[in-house]
């Protein structure tokens, strides 16, 4: 039904255009779904058949929006008089087991230009409530550097630390990203879509990016007015942990807009379970909250964001250790020296963050063409870490082993035009400031400021088939460290680094819809603190860490080819990449011990060599009938020394992963539910270097997890609620991983349980 | 602009924004108390020395050897070497000192206060050494502490060493898990001649 229209005379150049709109994966059509395009005013629905008619259309390109309750909104380009029929796949926003449609990538080709993987709301939430690096690991080519209990790092590509941006929203986090167990510190409750962006975009976004960007993004505000939320409770069984998040946003006004949000979450948990014993002091709790507000027209916004987390992590008091003898016996032992009964209590070892983050921005419609946007964001990241009691001087006690506070400022500009239908330009200054302040007792790095200059720039063209990008930013940046003290002698450090980001990113749909995306990336980064001036004793793993204050700046060259293919029920997407690093930064350990009071520890001193990573990431997919959804992942990663000739330390090692998933009919109150069961194969690291570690890369394993769930519409007035069942490690099987800090001590955590509700207000 | 002037509560929105603008970077700044860490010398705790005096029994001739690492780790190690007469019996005892700070820090009464969260173990490569440990904490059973111990040497001529352990407990790591529990303080080796 028409919704009032209007006619235009000339006959022999208008089109009809057909749509028939279906679920994605019931392929059952949707009625009364509203469909626009976005030159004109008027809205359609569409029938019971799915199928909406739009007569009298001129020829042209037109975006055509299609919005269905319950589903994500998808935009598509439309050419009249090209293609006139279209059939319109719409992905139900409670279940999403894919990361985004083929023809809906290409549209992403098109208007954003940008190489990214994503992970959306609907796939977010059956995984919600683990930490930001779990999270990631659905995202082909990321895995997790565990630290057990509760801290992850992302590791893309074999990249983790100082080689990866990780974003909250437009906001940089800066904390002390250098230490393999400081995990990023932000609530996962937040994120609505996680992107892992790469290529031309990632240039953007400074010198550390060169393994990608993390972009972690809360939910874009409200269009209309009115009051929203929803509240989250979770349970895990193995570590007896329970986490709650409450949302609520409500937004006002019509031509002037003006609104706020609150998030709130907690979280607790105990002592983690591998299958024989407990992980003693291994629970955490975890508090954050975030305040949003906004006021803005179409024309302009200013929108603020203050958010707190804080977190307090117990260390696995078995991984805690003296030196290389009380090392070696804890290597020698199957399982950790000191085993207690389960407790929520977090004793010494333990680490203590809090994190406070302040974003101002404003937005500016400036013309049609041209955006512009001023930001301003402050952030403190307060770290302490407590050892195992160990110090004798009572004056000392209950002082931290590890005490540092950074304090981080940035103020950004930024312009984005857009011309010709075809053409956007961004470009942008940045000016990044920071101050960090060492107090603990056991030095690790110094007190330092630093002041970052930057200038980016992104050109791209593009059409209904294909988008170049090209981005190149220049960064200056000024290290200082002031004279400081140490085992009686005094040190100052002054150092000066600048250097050039560019990026080339080519994406191509050809007619018979292959995508390719080409990309090539220059990418530098200086020397992290830690790598310049650490001396002193790393308790994690009872080794003894040395800088080298005369470090220069790493410089890698990347290139990657990605494929992706649809063809009736099958889609094929690959990705092959190698780079080629300069100067690449990493520890090695001396031949000798140092030798210190307290006896020797294995000592590992900071250099630089050339390396090579190079890998591959395929993904298939295929629907052998309606509802059934098969999928396989493959990951592969070789990294060289390529001056020593020997492999590069703490690769990811092959692996793959298979998936089944069924979507089951509607049935009454119950809506789509799902049942899904994934393994995960990972292969043991053959390829290490002997000498480079404590001890040999642990056995390959495969894993089970079982993931079910549905929607249940409690009450026809109210959204309905989600519902997911996760199982993690479903037959309780005994591993380590090779990316665990805590291989050389303990197993992995045994079977989990996880119940997730989501229940929107 | 003009509308926000106009309606009431859209102008107490703005201000919100505003106010929370100033608080926000108000609120995230750095905490004042770090700042008297900056100018001082670090109070770094440090073990630099570890001294033994040794009597012999029916005398009062007292003969010290120190193990000594002033600079702090990885720089030079001083160690005395210990010259002990055939079939005699030493009483000793045990120091541990800071001497990279002025006036030096006697570690040992912070030990000896904390006696039921540590122990010294005292072990030689000559097989013929007998040592034994004199002084006990106070816990029930008392369990040995090592502050005070006793070398009886053998009636030839032997060469080794003495290794010294000082181990840490915890309360859920505590002495009563045995040898090879707790955590090592202080790990040093002493070349020993019986002469």
Redesign the interface.
Known sequence: MNLGSFSLVQAQHEHELHIKIVDSLTQEPLAYASVSLDKQKQLWLSNEQGIVVLPMLLAGNYVLHVSFVGYHHSDLLLRIPQQLSYTIELCSETFHLHEGLVQAEANKAVFSGRKQDQMLSAEIDKRRGQNLAELLKNINGVKAMNSAGGIAKPVIRGLSGQRIVTMQGNSRIEGQQWGEDHGPELDPFIAHSVSVIKGAAAVEFGPEAMGGVIQVEPKPWRSEKGMEGALYLQGLSNNRQGAASLRLESVYGKKIQYGWRMQASARKAGDARTPNYVLSNTGFTENAGMFQSFVGSKKWKWENTLSIYQTKQAILQAAHLGNTSDLNRALAANRPLIVLPFTYQINRPFQQVKHVLFLSELSYQLNASTKLRLSYSQQVNDRQEFDADRVYNQALQGRAALDLEILSRQLEQVMEKKWGGHWMLKAGLNQSFQENITAGLQWIIPTFNSVNLAAFSMLKYYNESSSLSIGLRYDYRKLNVPEFRRFGKNYAYARDFNGLNAGITYIKLTQHKWQHTLSLQSAWRPPALNELYSYGLHYGLASFEIGDSNLVPERAWMLEWDVKKSYKNWQVEGSFYAQVFENYIYKRPLSAPILTIRGAFPAFMFTQTSALIAGVDAVLRYKPAIGWQWESRFSQIYGQDLRLQEALFLMPANSMEHSLAYAFKSYKKMAEPYAELRSLWVARQHRFAPNLDFREPPAAYALFQLNMGFSYLVNPKWRAWNIHVTINNLLNTNYRDYLSRFRYFTDEPGVNFILRLHIPI | MK??IK?N??RF??L??AG??M???T?????DD?DD??DH??????????RLHLIETGTTDTVSYA?K?V?????A?VVDSMVLKQGKVYEAFTEVLDE?KTPV?N?TI??G??AN?HRFIYTSTISSLILQVLDFDTQTPAMELGLKFRITTPDVMESGNLKC?LK?Y?S??PKTNGI?????????QFPLFVN
């Open positions: 509308n926000i309606n509560k859209l929105f703005t919100l924004l929370i603008f608080l926000g970077t609120a995230c700044s750095k905490h770090h860490h900056d010398d670090h109070e770094n705790e440090l073990i630099t020395t570890i193990w690492q600079g702090g780790p990885g720089t190690i990279s820090k570690i912070e030990i206060n904390a969260f352990v840490h915890t859920s790591d090879n529990a707790g955590s090592s303080d202080i790990e040093v």
